[in-house]
């Protein structure tokens, strides 16, 4: 059961606000509640009472997150509600957030975000905050609660009245609620009288005198206070929240928080043990907060909370403070700087210390993260350094310089590495090899690069710290010709990264080594990242898809005309992203062109230059004789020596030679040269009998290598090809299995007499399932009782009668698209052109998954849908009666998959609105298995959904008519809404006993 969320006590003694408590028990009524205040008036408390009070009658889970000023940061702020939700997944910001919550129904959530104030208008948090305003569940509910909001897209709610509003004149005690606590404080409620209600004032005028006005009454307590509990205060107050040993690690002494909190009015503990001061006393106490805010910063750099360092700086003025967190700020994260951050720091500081080589410094890196070709980059870094003389600077510079492949500045860089100051930290080794990787790769060396970017340390440092160390490694391992390597790198790093391009490392990896495994994830993917990642993902996109038959889709100059890049590793990029699309159009001369041009102007002496050009090795080899020349009597990497095999064998076989064509693995074929080159090679293969490439090609990638057969080279092996290959048929079939099995061609159901032939059915049956099998599997499962030979001669007539089903079309003589029979393999071959049922609701559920992890709910809604609507009936059922056990596990994988998509599906429509719908798949779900936990809980909140008390009560009688069957109790969340679902008059022990058993 879902544990209860952690909410703050209260900030003083607790007064019972029941009339606004049972106000904001409206927002379990409507999206959104805001509640609106300045400091004092007790926003925070009578939310955390209203949540408590939810504990006894719950409705739903309530989840509480605290901003604070990190959480300007849209990753913050969404890493921090998914931690709320303990829900981490896949997707980020605001669509993972929604996808939490969506997991979670049918309960309702509510999400309570207080101190909303600390994330600013314009801020990427705010932006969250508004998309997640726009894209709210049916089943989740926002409170907003801050002394103001960040401009968010409230209006269209506001009219639908789906906004509970509470403010000032709610929040304000009234002349009872004085009274009541005057009472409980044994104070005469007279000395309030002054201060109108104020929560905040009306405390401390109990505490310090008659109808004291803020600053006599904060005066007043200050004064009584002891040295210690006053620092101990002021220390407090800086931290926001603490433990005693944060406290004492600011005042320099032992303290005891729970004294200051039975001596100072508007202190209090949280629920995790933690105290927190009052906004108020932080108002009140800056300027004595100077004497400790030094202390105190180094405790909140220590959390990771630079943003709030940097606000306790700024409070106080205190620009040399401010500085030191600058130089934090960008060594901690380099090439991932909080922009608004560090432009929200810029902002404060004034004139007379903008020219701080710190505030230089983080001035460059704004400018970076902004244009990395921004020429004050360097002058900024260059004037940052004589000042600091600090791993920041440098690395800030490396980062830049790299950027741009400039090698004088990186090895200028270089040179400085040795000024550091001070014993080697974690960040300055990681800083140093990487400057001598940087500058080795540059040079040509990325042998040596490799050797010096293994040595940095990528524990204790700064995460972005660690992938910017991660990738580099990454990338000279492909530089080295070990891309296998780099694939596993990849995997084990970067696949849970937030960018997509990073989590496509490993697959990129992968095909350069020859790999086609992850072709799916390749083909197709969307270019992101920045700038830069968009050019280098398009050059390598480019080259995909040109073997992959895809070069159509790219235009001539993915990456710009060549000539236009002025440094050869960008020159390089390009020209092998024309080359690639111009072969994979048919135009080899243009390909050859562009690298004769581009080798006039990039000499292959170059170091740097050659190694880039490796990374396009085939292309390369094959399109420049003098490029073939150096390769031909280098030394190469894995990676690259597999690349080179591939060119050189199509090389050889163009003169004559197709002995190393006859042993290259097909694999690197695709992976290695544009497809119009792969289906020469296989049609130069097949002219000599070996037709093995050439239908693996057009089993992978389907009828674009007929196309390009029709026009390859030699004509005699591409006729062979042609003839042996079969083409793709006249008409897509169809085949269903989730029910009887039925055939239709086009989209027209068909009956031919073949379908009537049970062997048929059940030999298609299980080729759908395991759609490879031996001759001698096929017999011992359809004619376990029969001799061998009698089995085999049944099998025959059957896969007859199986190809005219396939194939009507099929000439006499002609191989079958569909079924191949390889040697002793059946194969029935997936292609576009067959369908079947089965393996569509296997790939629905696959890109089920992936939209979910996307954050994408209403695509997962349409897959689900389609999915439901596959079943038709039992799976499988020609399958029942064989004596083979794959087939009945198969049959069982499949209801099992058919329950949970009805309930998915469900749940998705419970959170978007659509009770009805909702309430009818759980109908569905329980007729399958009426003891269903989930598809009770999803019939019990539809039905309260949907407002129907004769659907509240068939429901609840439903389920407990199934609880009290099975002998066992409902389980937490079935419980809960199990109590919902009683009327409101219903019996008091019915509704304990519910109670009772959900606790």
Same mark, same amino acid.
């Given at each position: 059961?879902?544990?209860?969320?952690?909410?703050?006590?209260?900030?003083?003694?607790?007064?019972?606000?029941?009339?606004?408590?049972?106000?904001?028990?409206?927002?379990?009524? +409507?999206?959104?509640?805001?509640?609106?205040?300045?400091?004092?008036?007790?926003?925070?408390?009578?939310?955390?009472?209203?949540? %408590?009070?939810?504990?006894?009658?719950?409705?739903?889970?309530?989840?509480?997150?605290?901003?604070?000023?990190?959480?300007?940061?849209? $990753?913050?702020?969404?890493?921090?509600?998914?931690?709320?939700?303990?829900?981490?997944?896949?997707?980020?910001?605001?669509?993972?957030?929604?996808?939490?919550?969506?997991?979670?129904?049918?309960?309702?959530?509510?999400?309570?975000?207080?101190?909303?104030?600390?994330?600013?208008?314009?801020?990427?948090?705010?932006?969250?905050?508004?998309?997640?305003?726009?894209?709210? !569940?049916?089943?989740?509910?926002?409170?907003?609660?801050?002394?103001?909001?960040?401009?968010?897209?409230?209006?269209?709610?506001?009219?639908?009245?789906?906004?509970?509003?509470?403010?000032?004149?709610?929040l304000?005690?009234?002349?009872?609620?004085?009274?009541?606590?005057?009472?409980?404080?044994g +104070?005469?409620?007279?000395?309030?009288?002054?201060?109108?209600?104020?929560?905040?004032?009306?405390?401390?005028?109990?505490?310090?005198? !008659?109808?004291?006005?803020?600053?006599?009454a904060?005066?007043?307590?200050?004064?009584?206070?002891?040295?210690?509990?006053?620092?101990?205060?002021?220390?407090?107050?800086?931290?926001?929240?603490?433990?005693?040993?944060?406290?004492?690690?600011?005042?320099?002494?032992?303290?005891?928080?729970?004294?200051?909190?039975?001596?100072?009015?508007?202190?209090?503990?949280?629920?995790?043990?933690?105290?927190?001061?009052?906004e108020?006393?932080?108002?009140?106490?800056?300027?004595?907060?100077?004497?400790?805010?030094?202390r105190?910063?180094?405790?909140?750099?220590?959390?990771?909370?630079?943003?709030r360092?940097?606000?306790?700086?700024?409070?106080?003025?205190?620009?040399?403070l401010?500085?030191?967190?600058?130089?934090?700020?960008?060594?901690?994260?380099?090439?991932?700087?909080?922009?608004?951050?560090?432009?929200?720091?810029?902002?404060?500081?004034?004139?007379?210390?903008?020219?701080?080589?710190?505030?230089?410094l983080?001035?460059?890196?704004?400018?970076?993260?902004?244009?990395?070709a921004?020429?004050?980059?360097?002058?900024?870094?260059?004037?940052?350094?004589?000042?600091?003389k600090?791993?920041?600077?440098?690395?800030?510079?490396?980062?830049?310089?790299?950027?741009?492949?400039?090698?004088?500045?990186?090895?200028?860089?270089?040179?400085?590495?040795?000024?550091?100051?001070?014993?080697?930290?974690a960040?300055?080794?990681?800083?140093?090899?990487?400057?001598?990787?940087?500058?080795?790769?540059?040079?040509?060396d990325?042998?040596?690069?490799?050797?010096?970017?293994?040595r940095?340390?990528?524990?204790?440092?700064?995460?972005?710290?660690?992938?910017?160390?991660?990738?580099?490694?990454?990338?000279?391992?492909?530089?080295?010709?070990?891309?296998?390597?780099?694939?596993?790198?990849?995997?084990?790093?970067?696949?849970?990264?937030?960018?997509?391009?990073?989590?496509?490392?490993?697959?990129?990896?992968?095909?350069?080594?020859?790999?086609?495994?992850?072709?799916?994830?390749?083909?197709?993917?969307?270019?992101?990242?920045?700038?830069?990642?968009?050019?280098?993902?398009?050059?390598?996109?480019?080259?995909?898809?040109?073997?992959?038959?895809?070069?159509?889709?790219?235009?001539?100059?993915?990456?710009?005309?060549?000539?236009?890049?002025?440094?050869?590793?960008?020159?390089?990029?390009?020209?092998?992203?024309?080359?690639?699309?111009?072969?994979?159009?048919?135009?080899?001369?243009?390909?050859?062109?562009t690298f004769?041009?581009?080798?006039?102007?990039?000499?292959?002496?170059?170091?740097?230059?050659?190694?880039?050009?490796?990374?396009?090795?085939?292309?390369?080899?094959?399109?420049?004789?003098?490029?073939?020349?150096?390769w031909?009597?280098?030394?190469?990497? !894995?990676?690259?020596?597999?690349?080179?095999?591939?060119?050189r064998?199509?090389?050889?076989?163009?003169?004559?030679?197709?002995?190393?064509?006859?042993?290259?693995?097909?694999?690197?074929?695709?992976?290695?040269?544009?497809?119009?080159?792969?289906?020469?090679?296989?049609?130069?293969?097949?002219?000599?009998?070996?037709?093995? &490439?050439?239908?693996?090609?057009?089993?992978?990638?389907?009828?674009?290598?007929?196309?390009?057969?029709?026009?390859?080279?030699? +004509?005699?092996?591409?006729?062979?090809?042609?003839?042996?290959?079969?083409?793709? !048929?006249?008409?897509?079939?169809?085949?269903?299995?989730?029910?009887?099995?039925?055939?239709?061609?086009?989209?027209?159901?068909?009956?031919?007499?073949?379908? %009537?032939?049970?062997?048929?059915?059940?030999?298609?049956? *299980?080729?759908?399932?395991?759609?490879?099998?031996?001759?001698?599997?096929?017999?011992?499962?359809?004619?376990?009782?029969?001799?061998? *030979?009698?089995?085999?001669?049944?099998?025959?007539?059957?896969?007859?009668?199986?190809?005219?089903?396939?194939?009507?079309?099929?000439?006499?003589?002609?191989?079958?698209?569909?079924?191949?029979?390889? @040697?002793?393999?059946?194969? &029935?071959?997936?292609?576009?052109? &067959?369908?079947?049922?089965?393996?569509?609701?296997?790939?629905?559920?696959?890109d089920?998954?992936?939209?979910?992890?996307?954050?994408?709910?209403?695509?997962?809604? $349409?897959?689900?849908?389609e999915?439901?609507?596959?079943?038709?009936?039992?799976?499988?059922?020609?399958?029942?009666?064989?004596?083979?056990?794959?087939?009945?596990?198969?049959?069982? +994988?499949?209801?099992?998959?058919?329950?949970?998509?009805?309930?998915?599906? @469900?749940e998705?429509?419970?959170?978007?609105?659509?009770?009805?719908?909702? =309430?009818?798949?759980?109908?569905?779900?329980?007729?399958r298995?009426?003891?269903?936990?989930?598809?009770?809980?999803?019939?019990?909140?539809a039905?309260?959904?949907?407002?129907?008390?004769?659907?509240?009560?068939?429901?609840?009688?439903?389920?407990?008519?199934?609880?009290?069957?099975?002998?066992?109790?409902?389980?937490?969340?079935?419980?809960?809404?199990?109590?919902?679902?009683?009327?409101?008059?219903?019996?008091?022990?019915?509704? =304990?006993?519910?109670?009772?058993?959900?606790?």
């Amino acid at each position: 059961m879902w544990e209860p969320t952690i909410v703050p006590r209260s900030l003083d003694v607790e007064l019972p606000r029941l009339r606004l408590v049972d106000r904001l028990a409206g927002r379990w009524e +409507r999206p959104v509640t805001v509640v609106v205040a300045g400091a004092g008036f007790g926003k925070t408390t009578v939310v955390a009472q209203a949540v %408590r009070a939810h504990l006894l009658e719950p409705r739903g889970v309530d989840v509480w997150v605290g901003c604070a000023p990190v959480h300007e940061s849209a $990753e913050a702020l969404a890493g921090a509600l998914l931690q709320a939700l303990q829900g981490v997944g896949a997707a980020r910001g605001a669509r993972g957030v929604v996808d939490a919550v969506v997991r979670m129904a049918p309960l309702d959530v509510c999400l309570v975000l207080d101190d909303v104030h600390e994330i600013p208008s314009g801020s990427p948090g705010a932006g969250l905050l508004a998309e997640l305003v726009r894209n709210l !569940p049916a089943t989740a509910h926002l409170v907003l609660c801050g002394r103001e909001l960040p401009e968010l897209p409230l209006a269209r709610r506001e009219a639908a009245g789906e906004v509970l509003r509470v403010g000032v004149e709610e929040l304000s005690f009234t002349g009872t609620e004085v009274r009541a606590l005057g009472r409980a404080l044994g +104070r005469d409620p007279a000395l309030a009288g002054a201060v109108r209600g104020w929560p905040a004032l009306v405390r401390l005028a109990f505490a310090a005198g !008659p109808a004291a006005p803020w600053r006599y009454a904060r005066e007043e307590i200050i004064a009584r206070l002891p040295e210690d509990h006053r620092a101990a205060l002021v220390a407090l107050a800086a931290l926001h929240t603490a433990t005693d040993d944060e406290v004492a690690a600011v005042t320099g002494e032992p303290v005891a928080l729970a004294d200051l909190a039975r001596r100072v009015p508007l202190v209090c503990v949280l629920e995790d043990g933690r105290y927190r001061a009052h906004e108020l006393w932080a108002q009140a106490l800056s300027a004595e907060t100077r004497r400790l805010h030094r202390r105190a910063a180094e405790v909140l750099t220590a959390r990771g909370d630079l943003a709030r360092a940097g606000a306790l700086a700024q409070r106080s003025g205190d620009w040399e403070l401010l500085a030191e967190l600058a130089v934090v700020l960008v060594n901690t994260t380099l090439s991932a700087l909080p922009d608004v951050t560090a432009r929200r720091w810029l902002d404060w500081v004034p004139d007379s210390a903008r020219d701080a080589p710190a505030f230089l410094l983080l001035q460059a890196a704004v400018l970076h993260a902004r244009d990395f070709a921004d020429p004050r980059i360097d002058p900024l870094l260059d004037r940052a350094w004589q000042g600091l003389k600090h791993t920041a600077v440098l690395g800030q510079a490396v980062i830049t310089a790299h950027s741009r492949a400039d090698l004088p500045r990186l090895a200028e860089l270089a040179r400085r590495a040795g000024e550091l100051r001070g014993a080697p930290t974690a960040i300055a080794l990681v800083l140093r090899h990487s400057v001598a990787a940087t500058v080795a790769e540059v040079g040509g060396d990325p042998e040596a690069a490799l050797a010096e970017i293994e040595r940095a340390p990528v524990v204790d440092v700064p995460r972005p710290v660690a992938l910017a160390t991660v990738r580099f490694h990454y990338h000279c391992l492909n530089m080295c010709g070990r891309a296998g390597e780099a694939a596993d790198l990849a995997d084990s790093a970067l696949a849970d990264a937030d960018e997509q391009h990073l989590r496509l490392n490993g697959p990129v990896a992968r095909w350069f080594d020859g790999d086609p495994a992850d072709l799916a994830l390749l083909r197709g993917a969307p270019l992101d990242g920045t700038a830069r990642d968009c050019f280098v993902s398009a050059a390598f996109q480019a080259v995909i898809a040109a073997c992959c038959g895809d070069a159509g889709d790219w235009c001539p100059l993915p990456c710009g005309d060549p000539a236009g890049h002025d440094n050869p590793r960008d020159a390089v990029l390009a020209c092998a992203a024309r080359a690639a699309v111009a072969v994979g159009g048919g135009d080899e001369a243009v390909a050859r062109r562009t690298f004769a041009e581009h080798l006039a102007r990039w000499p292959v002496a170059d170091r740097f230059h050659e190694r880039h050009l490796r990374r396009f090795l085939a292309l390369g080899y094959v399109l420049s004789d003098g490029l073939r020349a150096v390769w031909d009597r280098t030394e190469l990497g !894995p990676s690259h020596a597999k690349a080179r095999a591939a060119a050189r064998a199509l090389v050889l076989a163009r003169s004559g030679d197709v002995g190393p064509a006859t042993r290259l693995p097909f694999e690197h074929a695709l992976c290695f040269l544009p497809l119009p080159w792969s289906v020469e090679l296989a049609a130069r293969l097949a002219a000599v009998g070996d037709l093995g &490439l050439g239908g693996w090609l057009a089993d992978v990638l389907g009828p674009v290598v007929h196309r390009w057969l029709r026009s390859a080279t030699p +004509r005699a092996g591409a006729a062979r090809l042609l003839a042996a290959v079969p083409p793709p !048929p006249a008409t897509r079939t169809r085949v269903d299995v989730l029910g009887a099995m039925r055939v239709t061609r086009d989209g027209a159901p068909v009956d031919p007499p073949e379908l %009537r032939r049970v062997r048929v059915r059940q030999l298609l049956g *299980a080729l759908v399932v395991r759609p490879a099998v031996t001759r001698e599997q096929a017999c011992g499962l359809l004619w376990p009782d029969l001799d061998p *030979a009698d089995a085999a001669r049944n099998l025959r007539v059957t896969l007859t009668h199986l190809r005219r089903l396939l194939d009507p079309d099929r000439a006499r003589g002609d191989a079958s698209f569909h079924l191949r029979t390889t @040697g002793d393999t059946i194969r &029935l071959v997936r292609s576009r052109w &067959l369908d079947v049922d089965l393996w569509r609701l296997d790939a629905l559920s696959a890109d089920v998954r992936a939209a979910r992890a996307e954050g994408d709910l209403d695509r997962a809604k $349409e897959l689900l849908a389609e999915a439901v609507e596959l079943w038709r009936g039992e799976p499988l059922p020609d399958l029942a009666d064989l004596p083979d056990a794959e087939p009945g596990l198969e049959a069982d +994988r499949l209801r099992a998959l058919h329950g949970r998509n009805l309930l998915d599906l @469900g749940e998705l429509c419970l959170v978007s609105g659509e009770p009805s719908r909702a =309430g009818y798949l759980a109908d569905r779900a329980l007729a399958r298995d009426p003891f269903a936990p989930r598809a009770h809980r999803l019939l019990l909140a539809a039905a309260l959904k949907g407002r129907d008390p004769a659907r509240v009560t068939a429901a609840r009688a439903t389920v407990e008519a199934a609880l009290a069957q099975l002998g066992a109790p409902a389980d937490g969340a079935t419980a809960l809404l199990l109590r919902q679902a009683l009327p409101p008059t219903g019996d008091r022990e019915q509704r =304990g006993a519910v109670v009772s058993s959900w606790r």
